[in-house]
Structure formats: C-alpha cells, structure tokens
C-alpha cells in the first residue's frame, strides 16, 4: 500500500558507499544536512580492501576523518613484480608519501561516524524518479522507493554504484565490461606473518595479475584478475578456482596468502568502466540531479583510483554547494543548486575521463598476453616508464571546504 510523501529534504543520496557516505560528511561539513538511502541492511564493504594515493588522503584531509585511518595502516613505499613465466622481477617505487590500503569496511565506518544517526536510512531501494518544476529554475525531485515511500529533495545525488538508477535516469550509458573479471578477499594470519612490508605482484603471459598487499601484521588483501573469465560465485569454489586453475603456476608464496583467505570476504566481479567519451558528453547532471563516484565514473581498478577519485568527488561537490550558500547569505537556495551541481560537473568531467582512460590503459598493458610486442610493452616499457607517468595522475589535489559560519558567511 503506497505510503504518504515525507517531508521535504534539502538532500538526498542515493547509496551509502564510499562517494555516497563522503558527500553526506562534506555537506555537513557545509552546513547542510544530507538524507542517505542504501539498498542493503547495513554498511557493505564489498572488495574487502582498497588502496589509497596522496590525493584520496588529501580529500580525507578536507573531509576531516584521515586522522581514523593514517594511525592504524602505515604507509607502502615499493613493491616488487615478477613475471612468473621468466623469473625477471621489477621494482616499484611509490612517492614520497607512499599508499596506504585500508580496510574498506573501515573507511565506511570512519565517514559514517560523522553524521548524525539518523542519516543513513538502510533497505531502501530506489523505484524511480520524478521531477516536478517549481518556477525560478528550481525544481524538486521526489524519489520513489520500492517499498511506496516517496521522498522530495531540493537535491538529488545518485552515489549507487556502477548499474546506478539515478545515471540511468540522466541518460548516460551503461558501463561495459572491459573484459577482465577480479577476484578480491583478504587474508589472515593469526599469529603473524613475516612478509616484507610492501606490495609484491606476479604477471604471467596468459593476462593475469595478482598481488598481494600488507594492511597490518596480521592481515593481507589479495587480488586476482584475468581476461574475460567467469567463475564460481561460492566463496569456498572461488578460493579453490583460484588455486587449482587460475593460480595453479604462481609463486607458492602467492597461493600461502590465498589459503589464508578469509572467505567472508572473497569476492568475483566483472570489472565495468564507462567510456571516457560518454563522460565528457554524456549528461552528468539535470537540473538539481547529479551523479558521483562509481555512478558517474566506473573504471578497472589498474591504477587504484576508484575510491580516490570518489572522496576527490565529494569534497568538490561539497565546496560547490558550500559556496553557493555563502554566497546567498547562508541559505539553501534551491534555485542557485543547478548552478553549483553544474560547476561541479565541469570541475569533475574531464579528470573523471582522464583517471577512467589511464586506468584502462594501464590494465592493457599489464594484462598483455604472449606475442612478443605485447611483452616487450609490459616487461621492458611499462613498469620503468610508463607506471610512473599514470602514477602522477594520484598526485593531485581536490581543494578543501569552505567553511561555513551560522551568519552564512565564510570563516
């Protein structure tokens, strides 16, 4: 039975993953308080770990929570490939400030922490949307959920993953499938491991890619991926796939850190992007109705940017409406919101591309098969000049918030 229409919110996101629970923390950061639906029963933390480079700490910085992370994950400085098939194994160095690769559940739990309780509202899947136009250029979206509730917002923000319905709406196009599927998990050791700390990664000549990656001293995360594979989708059957078929050849080092997987964690994924092209033409926004994160920009995951670029999102989204309200004296003015979306696009498209097309490129190279040029790319241009120019694109700085007094006015 369809439920009567809630109150009026100055926000809704859609989605509570990392770019989804990041908006909500800088909009409050700004001032305005921010309603978050998710699908699910509570925070998912689906891929089990993840990666972060200078510019996501620097984003974590303006959001305020980095001090969370930084104090329980020290920082990788190098790593070491090695081709399986030749024995040759390249150093990696990272940048003076190095990477760190957190918990993923972590992270989720660390932007969660700073809102208010009743932001987050879970088993609340998106139906559909509306639009009805209020004059003076505003207008409000009202969102239907599955369960007959329907929501209006002044603002409507689809941070709900790479099928999202709110990009859909937009008109964007699908993400496709890039041809490579991953498999994540992590690791444990109980009582301690006594591995290297830093990243060490096996290429063969059949395109696959492993690694695996310290997050403690008990703890690994370990990846897989392969061109266009599809496998078991039991966790017990994916860790066994791996051992018996798709890792059987790597190092007997690799497959240790595999049997210690914790299967509550292990996962397989097709990996989806969006074409570059669809993001630089394609409409990112609608009137008061804008995208972020996986749902504006998937991309394979070759360069580490898929949580980075989303927290780079939220902060330049949350200074775009944080200075449309000091400019209007601090109020929620909704027909100055399809501005500040709109300037936020325009910040956000071309790196968005950018990051999508190096990272693509990237697991190109890295997943070359057997002819000889192939190889040549990867073993002898990739990981000494090439890794190093796609590695720049992680040095880069969103900006901060504004800070936003109770008179409207910036601190």
Avoid at 223 to 250: D, H, S, W
Avoid at 353 to 374: I, N, R
Wanted: hydrophobic fraction near 40%; include cysteine.
């Amino acid at each position: 039975m369809k439920r009567e229409m809630e109150k009026m919110e100055d926000v809704v996101i859609v989605g509570a993953g990392i770019a989804g629970l990041a908006t909500a923390v800088a909009l409050k950061r700004v001032g305005v308080r921010a309603l978050v639906l998710e699908r699910s029963q509570g925070i998912r933390a689906t891929g089990a770990a993840l990666s972060l480079f200078p510019n996501a700490w620097l984003a974590l910085d303006a959001l305020g929570v980095s001090h969370k992370l930084t104090r329980s994950y020290d920082p990788l400085f190098k790593g070491s490939v090695t081709n399986i098939n030749t024995g040759d194994v390249q150093q990696v160095l990272f940048s003076e400030q190095g990477i760190r690769t957190v918990h993923r559940k972590t992270l989720l739990e660390a932007l969660a922490e700073e809102l208010p309780t009743d932001t987050i509202r879970f088993s609340s899947k998106l139906a559909a949307i509306e639009i009805h136009e209020q004059g003076g250029g505003a207008s409000i979206a009202v969102v239907h959920l599955e369960d007959g509730t329907a929501i209006k917002s002044k603002v409507l923000i689809g941070c709900d993953g790479v099928h999202s319905v709110v990009a859909r709406w937009l008109g964007l196009a699908e993400p496709v499938h890039s041809g490579r599927s991953a498999v994540r998990s992590l690791a444990v050791f109980p009582q301690g491991h006594r591995f290297k700390h830093e990243v060490q990664m096996f290429v063969d000549q059949q395109g696959k890619r492993a690694a695996f990656i310290p997050l403690n001293d008990r703890e690994f995360y370990w990846f897989l991926t392969c061109k266009g594979e599809n496998m078991a989708r039991e966790p017990e059957q994916i860790q066994r796939e791996v051992l018996e078929k798709y890792a059987e050849n790597f190092p007997s080092i690799y497959l240790d850190v595999v049997r210690h997987a914790d299967l509550s964690t292990i996962s397989w994924a097709p990996l989806m992007y969006r074409h570059p092209w669809r993001i630089i033409f394609g409409n990112l926004n609608k009137g008061n109705i804008t995208v972020a994160g996986d749902a504006m920009h998937p991309m394979t995951p070759e360069l580490g940017q898929g949580g980075g670029s989303s927290l780079e999102d939220a902060v330049v989204l949350g200074r775009h409406i944080g200075n449309s309200i000091i400019k209007n004296g601090g109020q929620f003015v909704e027909g100055d919101m399809a501005k500040a979306i709109d300037d936020y696009v325009k910040e956000r498209r071309w790196r968005a591309a950018l990051l999508v097309t190096g990272s693509y490129l990237s697991g190109w190279m890295q997943h070359g098969g057997a002819k000889w040029w192939e190889r040549f790319i990867r073993d002898r241009l990739f990981f000494k000049y090439i890794f190093g120019f796609l590695a720049g694109l992680a040095h880069y700085n969103c900006g901060n918030l504004p800070a936003v007094s109770s008179s409207g006015k910036e601190d």
